[in-house]
């Protein structure tokens, strides 16, 4: 059994940028095959690609907040959730299977939230305390 190989890429083959890091990608990519952004409407639309695309968002939130109001609005997502698993985990004493099984997820989600709540300000401190040195005086 012989393949034919596939001939080289040209460089006149359409390519579609992803708008979050200017990688090229295939014109029929869902997602950036470099950063994971969502490319298409169909990603952002499709049930289980809305997942994706959401945590695109999240990502792009904690890695580079250019503004207070990002900040302020990933201490408003991940802040209550953190107290919700603080308040899971006190609840689930008891010792059925069930009440186990919310206190592990309580617990991962008092992991995970200050994580990201630290995370996002950490790196939007260091943005702001680049863009303070890079400014003439």
Not at 95 to 117: K, Q
Request: proline share 9%.
């Amino acid at each position: 059994m012989t393949t034919t190989p596939e001939p080289a890429p040209t460089e006149t083959e359409e390519k579609q940028l992803c708008l979050g890091c200017l990688e090229p990608n295939k014109p029929t990519a869902n997602f950036c095959t470099k950063c994971g952004a969502p490319l298409s409407s169909y990603a952002a639309t499709g049930p289980f690609e809305h997942l994706f695309a959401e945590g695109s968002t999240y990502r792009r939130a904690a890695e580079q907040p250019h503004k207070l109001i990002v900040v302020m609005g990933i201490w408003l997502i991940f802040g209550p959730l953190f107290l919700v698993g603080l308040m899971v985990i006190s609840m689930s004493s008891s010792h059925d299977p069930m009440p186990r099984l919310y206190g592990a997820w309580g617990g991962l989600m008092m992991l995970f939230s200050p994580f990201i709540i630290w995370k996002t300000t950490r790196n939007y401190l260091r943005l702001r305390r680049a863009a303070k040195t890079s400014e003439p005086i």
